[in-house]
């Protein structure tokens, strides 16, 4: 075991600090990393908070990780020391039901071995994420980074990337398809420049103007305030495919008046209340409202090389780790643009 400098809640509610961790030797299939960035997912807040009810401390957080590799086990094969890797929302799962052996690990049927906020393999040794100087995970669940995109900027595809990427696979978006993006945070943000590389027109769905410049940079074609009601009228049964990327609570029943028949709206984001609805905008035109988490390991190296060959990666806001708490604050306030990531280096130094 080795010690390992972290930043951690010791509790529900407590400000994240300074932490010392213990880190496993790398075993036979085990790829040890020294972590360069870790983003900053708006799901570390609800854990760290306990807002989820499902919580247990002390948490270190971080599940969009990027470093490189220093050790390999024995028995590795895919990976060497110096290699850009990347570990996302998990490290492990049990590689024998159905939807492992089909390369969706994030359905593992006995659940995924989440990076933080979860336990080993063993079902007792707690898991620690990625606001720490180094991690060790078995090979098959470590992902190359592309050469081509700044580490930094890569963290974020880990979730905010592959959580956006998924659904646009999986309803099969192609070009010319209009595809609506509802919310343009750091989730948001991301499936219009993903959708935009697959030639989709995109329109960005929102309730202010001031992120409408933005949009376009990322490449959506058309920007539609919300606020006032008009757009539910002006642009009804208009979109082939629709991805809810709010935090927030909205009217369900008004979006999905916007989609054609047929068409699907995919939840990514997840809001504090539940969800209600009426049933009539679904049945009277055949409408689907589903919901997509991440992806498996497979579409996940699939997301990052489509990303690497479009130069895809997300607008970030670089902190230090003593910055933590304040950036978890800023991001309730939705003061981002468009995602934190931390620069694990000054963790390092103190």
């Not at 600090?17 to 570390?44: M, N, T, W």
């Not at 002390?58 to 850009?84: C, L, N, W, Y």
């Not at 590689?95 to 492992?100: A, F, H």
């Not at 990076?115 to 707690?126: C, I, L, P, R």
């Amino acid at each position: 075991m080795k010690p390992v400098n972290a930043y951690a809640a010791e509790k529900a509610k407590d400000p994240l600090k300074p932490f010392v961790i213990q880190r496993r030797d790398p075993g036979p299939h085990d790829v040890a990393i020294e972590i360069l960035y870790c983003g900053v997912c708006h799901s570390d807040v609800h854990q760290a908070r306990d807002e989820w009810g499902n919580s247990t401390f002390p948490m270190v957080p971080g599940h969009e990780i990027v470093g490189k590799v220093t050790q390999t086990g024995a028995s590795v094969t895919r990976f060497k020391a110096g290699d850009m890797v990347g570990v996302g929302c998990f490290v492990d799962s049990c590689r024998e039901c159905q939807p492992c052996r089909q390369h969706l690990q994030q359905y593992c049927e006995k659940g995924m071995n989440l990076t933080y906020n979860g336990v080993e393999k063993d079902g007792k040794t707690a898991t620690y994420g990625g606001y720490s100087t180094n991690i060790v995970v078995d090979e098959n669940y470590v992902l190359t980074i592309p050469a081509n995109l700044p580490p930094e900027n890569a963290a974020p595809l880990l979730c905010a990337g592959i959580t956006t990427y998924s659904p646009l696979r999986q309803w099969k978006i192609k070009p010319r398809d209009k595809v609506a993006v509802v919310g343009l945070g750091g989730l948001g943000h991301m499936a219009v420049k993903l959708a935009s590389a697959m030639e989709a027109e995109v329109t960005v769905l929102s309730t202010s103007d001031s992120k409408k410049n933005d949009a376009m940079k990322f490449g959506a074609k058309h920007f539609v305030n919300t606020r006032d009601g008009k757009a539910f009228t002006e642009y009804a049964n208009f979109f082939d495919f629709m991805i809810n990327t709010a935090s927030g609570n909205i009217n369900l029943e008004h979006y999905l008046q916007l989609l054609k028949q047929d068409a699907t709206m995919v939840c990514v984001g997840v809001p504090e209340q539940p969800f209600s609805l009426n049933a009539f905008p679904l049945i009277m035109k055949r409408r689907r409202l589903a919901g997509s988490l991440i992806g498996g390991i497979k579409e996940t190296q699939e997301m990052l090389n489509f990303c690497g060959s479009h130069g895809i990666s997300a607008d970030i806001e670089l902190i230090p780790i003593n910055k933590i708490n304040e950036a978890y604050d800023r991001m309730v306030k939705g003061e981002v643009r468009y995602r934190f990531v931390i620069d694990i280096n000054s963790l390092r130094s103190g």
